[in-house]
């Protein structure tokens, strides 16, 4: 399971930039090519987060689209899924996102 490691980057990330304050809540975007399983994501990081300072804190995830242009006909298009094709019919696309895991947004418990 790579979900493990992958928390255990994030906890330490957000820990170092927490200094030693408690952590109330993490927001991370996913993009949807990422292969990334957001339930794993949220059980993983109950476990590697004991005993630190973003124990108990709420781990929110936001999938956002990948995002491709179709080098037939120029337009945008969203991938929700690895393989698609564009409205159309190419499946000639040149994806330019999707695979991010970025850490949105992070809420320190009040001092
Ligand atoms: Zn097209």
Redesign the pocket.
């Known amino acids: 399971m790579h979900e493990m490691g992958i928390t255990r980057n994030i906890v330490s990330i957000v820990a170092e930039a927490a200094k030693s304050q408690k952590v109330r809540r993490v927001k991370l975007e996913i993009g949807k090519l990422s292969a990334v399983m957001p339930e794993a994501l949220m059980f993983c990081f109950d476990v590697v987060s004991k005993g630190t300072v973003l124990e108990g804190a709420t781990l929110e995830i936001v999938e956002v689209a990948g995002k491709a242009i ?1 080098r ?4 945008n ?1 969203e991938l929700h899924q690895i393989v698609t094709a ?5 499946r000639d696309l040149k994806r330019i996102s999707g695979e991010e895991l970025n850490i949105k947004e992070m809420e320190l418990e009040a001092a």
């Open positions: 179709c037939d006909c120029g337009a298009v564009c409205t159309c019919g190419s």
